[in-house]
């Protein structure tokens, strides 16, 4: 019973998955930057969609991992390999489209993290941040049981799936430690967050709504799986 779950959980995930990531290419879609960045950008496949969705010139990456970083030059992308504890190796307004998707919630200086993707976006610039949601369904069930919520299960890099009978890796060898959860937002404290931080919010997309199709994410976003949070920065803040 609980490989049968696990198995349908684990496709459910990556169709959620694929749904959040067309959400984010959708947000971004012929906004025509001069210059676009994104904020953990791996091997620079997902990196290389946005920047052709978005007909970009130029498109920049921040990676902590170095073999990770080359993949992505491989595929045009400008890597600064960067901590991302570290204040980011650009100049004010550089950027008038900033993506990060899967990233905050492995973040440790929250503040830091916001403040600089405000600092280098241009002024009424679009930042797209994406994120797995506190208050899903699946985790408020989980809570529910005592258990730790399916986001926050890989706390560790000792072992994966503390906490939780049902974690898609439970029992299996740990990340590293710059891939563990540090923080998982829920949908009102994603959007006060970036309030706080000077952004005005567009709109949040949502994606996964399990045990339901992905799609139903679009008739009640607080309880999606994912979060997609579509924000422009507000030059009147400083």
């Not at 600064?80 to 919630?105: M, Y």
């Not at 241009?122 to 941040?129: D, E, M, Q, S, W």
């Not at 069930?141 to 890796?169: D, E, K, M, R, Y």
């Not at 931080?197 to 994912?226: M, N, Q, W």
Request: overall charge negative; charged content about 20%; glycine content about 6%.
């Amino acid at each position: 019973m609980k490989k049968q779950f696990i198995d349908l959980a684990s496709k459910a995930f990556l169709s959620a998955d694929k749904y959040n990531r067309s959400n984010i290419l959708k947000i971004v879609d012929s906004l025509n930057p001069e210059s676009m960045l994104d904020i953990g950008c791996d091997d620079g496949v997902f990196t290389s969609e946005c920047g052709y969705s978005s007909n970009a010139k130029h498109i920049s990456g921040v990676e902590i991992v170095e073999s990770a970083a080359q993949l992505a030059r491989e595929k045009g992308v400008d890597v600064s390999i960067t901590n991302l504890e570290n204040i980011l190796p650009f100049a004010d307004g550089s950027f008038e489209l900033v993506i990060s998707n899967q990233v905050i919630e492995h973040v440790p200086n929250l503040d830091l993290y916001m403040s600089e993707i405000f600092r280098v976006l241009a002024p009424n610039g679009t930042a797209v941040i994406s994120t797995e949601n506190g208050s899903s369904w699946i985790n408020i069930f989980a809570s529910l049981f005592g258990w730790q919520i399916f986001s926050l299960t890989n706390i560790s890099s000792v072992q994966s799936g503390i906490g939780n009978p049902f974690a898609l890796h439970r029992n299996q060898n740990a990340w590293p430690p710059t891939w563990t959860h540090k923080t998982i937002f829920n949908y009102r404290g994603l959007i006060e967050f970036a309030e706080v931080h000077g952004f005005k919010v567009e709109k949040i997309h949502g994606a996964g709504y399990f045990p339901l199709p992905t799609i139903t994410a679009r008739l009640d976003t607080r309880h999606s799986h994912f979060i997609t949070i579509h924000l422009t920065k507000n030059i009147s803040r400083k």
